[in-house]
T-cell receptor
């Protein structure tokens, strides 16, 4: 089955700890995205990548880092610099990032909680 | 600035009622796309429809229909004869070109979402 997988489903972070959220897709999409969702709010873009070995900051990149070493993988690290990391994190992908008509498809999400 | 407003935070209906979810957007761009996504309790966003700024034809897909009116910058979504399985959060989103880092890409801006609860 083609799709986007995210793991883990739930993640707990201790103070001062970095944690990494996994996102994998087998849709052969070039572009991948990370969004953050807080209660009662829409999705906000953290980082995006249009191609392997390239990525750009979104609207709320502070306290986060990413890598794109493989086409199918786009892991997100929530660093200790992110003071309010509790949120629902969604990964998405699209065929390319440069055209407007392409649809972004989303993974099932990871819920991050701070202990 | 680009903005998407879904003024209805929560809507509650009884099964078989029709319900309309409002979406109003702001952009100075002439070329853009509009999207609707559904987020069921499982959390994954499910794509429902996209519409480009030059196509104001209404769309119907089963019990779902969409009304795009450029004159009022609105892209409203109607569910006819609602069912319990329609209970979810619905997001409207605007996609436009954004130049960043020397390249352009299509950026999605989401509304705050409308929580729809359909009671049996």
């Amino acid at each position: 089955d083609g799709g986007i997988t995210q793991s883990p489903k739930y993640l707990f972070r201790k103070e001062g700890q970095n944690v990494t959220l996994s996102c994998e897709q087998n849709l052969n999409h070039d572009a991948m995205y990370w969004y953050r969702q807080d209660p009662g709010q829409g999705l906000r873009l953290i980082y995006y990548s249009q191609i392997v070995n390239d990525f750009q900051k979104g609207d709320i990149a502070e306290g986060y880092s990413v890598s794109r070493e493989k086409k199918e993988s786009f892991p997100l690290t929530v660093t200790s610099a992110q003071k309010n990391p509790t949120a629902f994190y969604l990964c998405a992908s699209s065929i390319m990032g440069r055209t407007l008509q392409e649809t972004q498809y989303f993974g099932p999400g990871t819920r991050l909680l701070v202990l | 600035a680009q903005k998407v407003t879904q003024a209805q935070t929560e809507i509650s209906v009884v099964e078989k009622e029709d319900v309309t979810l409002d979406c109003v957007y702001e952009t100075r761009d002439t070329t853009y796309y509009l999207f609707w996504y559904k987020q069921p309790p499982s959390g994954e966003l499910v794509f429902l429809i996209r519409r480009n700024s030059f196509d104001e034809q209404n769309e119907i897909s089963g019990r779902y229909s969409w009304n795009f009116q450029k004159s009022t910058s609105s892209f409203n979504f109607t569910i006819t004869a609602s069912q319990v399985v329609d209970s979810a959060v619905y997001f409207c989103a605007l996609k436009r070109y954004l130049n960043a880092g020397g390249t352009s890409y299509g950026k999605l801006t989401f509304g705050q979402g409308t929580i729809l609860t359909v009671h049996p």
